[in-house]
């Protein structure tokens, strides 16, 4: 390579470090390129560029990172290699994000107090304004479109629906606090069983993420961000876990405070009513997905519609425009609570979205490496148990109430009015392969308890 500085795809990774003064993987790199590059290529690209003094790599081994040789933006990079936060290891962080993370994890009684400020809503212009840039949302849509992208909205999702289901409870409910782990959130959701030493509003909050992530799934089809949507998903999530059951799915109606933060959020309900329509009207107008999933990530939990859980139901309805498009769900796996955390606290306290772009983009990514992971360990979907998934579920649930086994012609005279005659033959074999299956340890689900399977199988006594 006679100049590195002439080929395209160097000039374009230079690019890409501005602003991050912790530097980028090899990985974390190639993921970012407009166009696939060989690991091969990239490596002498990049060993190239360091020869060059125009790179600089900073750790060494499969931690090796790349950053520029001068810093990017203004002030010393020192001013933050000297104090980063744990997760910058992680994290591909930018100058800006950085030095939110510094101020954020300064002690309460330095930080100033701080209340709502609408100006940062109203300065958003669907289709003018972007947290995300064109390159970003670019790359993440190579990333996020799979080979259902033309098919009906939520296929992929329902394809890998069961993986989705502990995968999104367990790392949202991480993000909360919530010390179930991954194995005891898999029984729980697969098999009923509850973890023990864990109290009931741990096992509820995993409980809830279920049931609002089958919700979603099920619409895609019809669901935006709108507040019927929204009210939905907090009902679902907040569901057992509010002082005043009144309170779950309605806006606040009262003050609330945030712990840790000297953030004030908004407290006259007529005026909260009023943002918050602004802020669906707004999310709805957004044409591109992932800029519309950032975007409730960042003024849910900003505004506070509701008494609790609105971060929870910004991560459940960031996932409604993905999940809507067959674009990979985000899904949170592995992201550490303090980037998180750090990234909410730049939004309440300094208004910055830097942080919160950075810890979304990282998320997304690895989102997109653990599915593609998934997809290659799964069964080809049967194209009539995915299109009648709800009739085969009313099926099963009718043939155990029945106390009768199962045989075909039973299940054509259930699903005479609800399947098409056309399909009507092949949905009879999945649904007696899916009776055939069916036991105490899969009925969850069906909706079905073990103990109502185990009588079923059973049959009639006396």
Partial sequence: MSNSGDDPNALHLLRLLHGQPAGLSLSQLQLRLPERVATRTLQRLVAALVRADQ?????????????LAQPSTPGPISDFRSDLPDYAAILPLSHDALAIAAAVRRPLALREPVSYQ???????????????????????????RGAHSADVAGTFAKEILNRLLIDLSWASSKLEGNTYTRLDTERLIAYGETAQGHDAIETQMILNHKAAIEYLVDRAAGLDLGPATLLDLHALLSDGLLSDPAASGRLRRRAVGIGGSVYLPMALPQRLEQVFSLVCATANAIADPFEQALFVMVHIPYLQPFEDVNKRVSRLAANVPLVRQNLVPLAFLDLPEQAYTD????????????????????????????????????????????KYRRQLGEVVRAVVASGKLADEAQVQVLVRDSVAELDRERFVQVAMVELEALHEGNAVRFGLSGLAVAGWRRGPTG
């Fill in 55 to 67: 790179l600089v790599p900073l750790g060494t081994g499969r931690a090796t990172r790349y950053a």
């Fill in 343 to 386: 990234a909410i606290l730049g939004i309440y306290e300094l208004g910055r979205i830097d942080l919160m772009r950075d810890v979304f983009v990282w998320a997304y990514e690895r989102s997109c490496q653990h599915y593609a992971a998934v997809e290659r360990q799964l069964v080809p979907p049967e194209p009539v148990r995915l």
């Fill in 118 to 144: 609408i100006e940062l809503l109203e300065a958003y212009r669907p289709g003018h304004t972007w947290y995300l840039p064109e390159s970003l949302r670019q790359s993440l849509a190579l990333l996020g």
